[in-house]
């Protein structure tokens, strides 16, 4: 395992000029592409006066190369500035207020997206009637083609408006909230033994994350069928099956195992798809994570905000590039050299 | 597959009667439907998109098939004129990345050295960003407008055509016609333009139709968090934001009809370039 070792070293280190040019993305992007930020916090009709007291109080009236230090220094001591609105909060509470809801919103779609998608492609690449696999096939393309917050408001049309089966918005009953750990409801209720309230969180989570894991399951069910129908017809499947070995022992030996490893690593890939997804989906239906602030700062033009949410979700991309670089290296000897 | 020339590539999707065929002709027909439609708009409603014509939030009926919104809107005629808007922003800022990416695409792989070190980094940490989120962070900082969104998309977009070209051309450059030619005295854009990139052409084209229905996606992201085009422009992802507070109170013609169509045409694309995949790339879809 040293090799290993040292390649996750090797890895970590790697991460620093990652992270470094993720953040020096978001500068450019946000100060240097034309477009003022003072106007567009202000809005056209600010007086000279006013733009000045803000660009002083956002250290924009500074030359371009010590923003960029201050901007990076910043980061690294954790202060992301406060917000322009609303009790002048710090940024880093409004964000780690709402990080949690965010987090388990990826996971349950996430879960319930490759599960779902899963399942129907290897449907399609196991089944021997061509119309199955058509279906799968077709299935991959139309759910990939939803528009997140359509699907959310049909999802909501029917179930929530029209049938009364779940809640259109919202994350849990506020008198049930359980008291804070990890943030994650779910979570925390078991860990409280709180049943109601876990009940109550599951009820309020199930159209966000059927909306978003649907549309993430679409990517799921494409590589699936690939990645298995690339096994079945390898050697040692068909020398398996000429050793008769049956074929539900041939699918959990030969097959399963060996067409699970491109999704999960594949799966990593699908976090930035997922990222993105869950702005959406926050949006729709007003769940209260980081993409549901950034919809709402972007309305009230709260720079620093609008700032500190694109870091933190350029961090966590980072983040979860490198989690799954290791497990790949782990899974596969062969990246490691 | 990396030898096969635009002509080629047309010769074979002429064979009739198998799935990749029928695939690539049903999306090009949604896509021909939907394309025809909102160039033909003037003469399919009497409407003006921009204009109150009759009360707000009427439901669907002959005189307006799609109902009216809360400002007394035709949502029929906003529903043909927003597919001109949603249109024209995805096929210019696909076309800007597309150009920009098999230019620096090129450039990196055919030179390499440090020119093509640095333009990757950029390239590949622009890449790992979520696609939406930095269309987002750019739309904030140019401001609302279709050609600020076109920007925003474009230099998205950017990568997907950077890798892919950067990759083949590293390959093809190491080929023994390329270098014959640079031994015959060719220049390095002759050699680029006339040996390079007709080969890639197929691929950059299956690239390109695959990309567009991304870029449908985070245009109508954008207008629906309220960053894409200016209201009143018609546009299908802004009018499904503004619709999306009267659902609860039972208007469910102003968000069914906009969202249906965004859905139809990244379905129409994805079908395109699914099947044009599958005939240039058989070796996955033959079973």
């Known amino acids: ?337 | 597959m990396v030898s096969m020339n635009l002509s080629r590539l047309i010769g074979r999707l002429l064979p009739k009667g198998r799935t990749p065929h029928y695939l690539v002709y049903t999306g090009g027909s949604i896509v021909a439907w939907i394309i025809i439609m909102s160039l033909i708009a003037p003469l399919l409603t009497e409407y003006d998109p921009t204009v109150p014509v009759a009360n707000p939030l009427q439901p669907p009926s002959p005189k307006h098939p799609l109902g009216t919104n809360n400002l007394g809107y035709d949502m029929y005629s906003r529903l043909l004129y927003g597919g001109r808007t949603v249109l024209y922003i995805v096929l210019l800022s696909t076309l800007i990345s597309m150009v920009a990416g098999v230019i620096l695409g090129l450039v990196s792989g055919y030179y390499g050295g440090l020119k093509d070190r640095i333009l990757t980094l950029i390239m590949d940490s622009v890449y790992s960003f979520p696609d939406v989120i930095l269309a987002i962070a750019i739309s904030i900082a140019l401001g609302p407008g279709i050609y600020n969104a076109a920007i925003a998309i474009a230099v998205v977009y950017i990568p997907t055509y950077f890798r892919m070209v950067r990759g083949q051309a590293l390959v093809l450059r190491e080929q023994g016609y390329v270098t014959a030619a640079r031994m015959l005295g060719a220049k390095d854009w002759w050699i680029m333009s006339r040996y390079i990139l007709p080969n890639l052409l197929p691929v950059v084209v299956v690239v390109f139709t695959l990309n567009v229905t991304d870029a449908i996606l985070t245009e109508a992201a954008l207008s629906f968090l309220g960053l894409g085009v200016v209201p009143p422009t018609p546009d299908w992802g802004y009018d499904l934001r503004a619709g999306q507070t009267y659902l609860p109170a039972g208007y469910w013609w102003l968000v069914t009809f906009p969202g249906l169509m965004i859905m139809l045409l990244v379905i129409g694309f994805s079908l395109i370039g699914e099947g044009l995949n599958d005939i240039l790339n058989p070796r996955i879809s033959r079973r």
């Open chain 1, 1 to 337: 395992m040293a090799s290993l070792r040292s390649y996750i070293i090797t890895r970590l280190l790697l991460v620093i000029p990652m992270i470094f040019i993720v953040l020096t993305v978001i500068f450019i992007v946000l100060r240097i592409l034309p477009g003022d930020p003072v106007i567009t916090v202000l809005g056209p009709k600010a007086t000279a006066e006013e733009r000045e007291r803000l660009r002083e109080q956002l250290g924009l009236n500074k030359p371009i190369y010590i923003q960029y230090i201050e901007y990076l220094g910043n980061i690294v001591r954790g202060d992301l500035g406060r917000s322009l609105i609303f009790g002048r909060r710090l940024v880093v509470d409004e964000i780690m207020d709402r990080f949690p809801a965010t987090v388990e919103l990826a996971i349950t779609s996430l879960l319930f997206g490759a599960g779902l998608g899963i399942l129907v492609g290897s449907l399609g690449a196991l089944s021997r009637r061509k119309s199955v696999d058509i279906l799968s096939r077709l299935y991959g393309i139309i759910s990939y083609s939803f528009f997140i917050p359509w699907l959310g408001l049909m999802l909501q049309m029917g179930l929530s408006i029209g049938l009364g089966l779940f809640p259109v918005s919202g994350r849990i009953d506020p008198l049930l909230t359980p008291p804070r750990i990890t943030g994650l409801y779910l979570v925390d209720s078991i860990i409280t033994g709180r049943f109601d309230s876990f009940l109550n969180a599951l009820w309020h989570i199930t159209l966000p994350t059927v909306t978003l894991g649907i549309v993430i399951s679409g990517i799921f069910a494409k590589l699936g069928r690939t990645s298995f129908s690339e096994v079945l017809v390898q050697d040692h499947v068909l020398a398996a099956r000429a050793r008769g070995v049956r074929e539900p022992t041939i699918f959990r030996h030969h097959v399963a195992k060996n067409a699970i490893v491109p999704i999960m690593t594949m799966m990593g890939l699908q976090f930035a798809l997922l990222l993105g997804g869950t702005v959406l989906t926050e949006a729709t239906f007003s769940w209260p994570g980081m993409g549901y602030l950034l919809f709402e700062r972007i309305l009230y033009r709260d720079y620093n905000v609008i700032q500190g949410v694109l870091i933190i979700f350029g961090l966590l991309v980072a983040l979860i590039n490198l989690v799954v670089d290791i497990l790949y290296a782990y899974v596969d000897p062969r990246v490691r050299f």
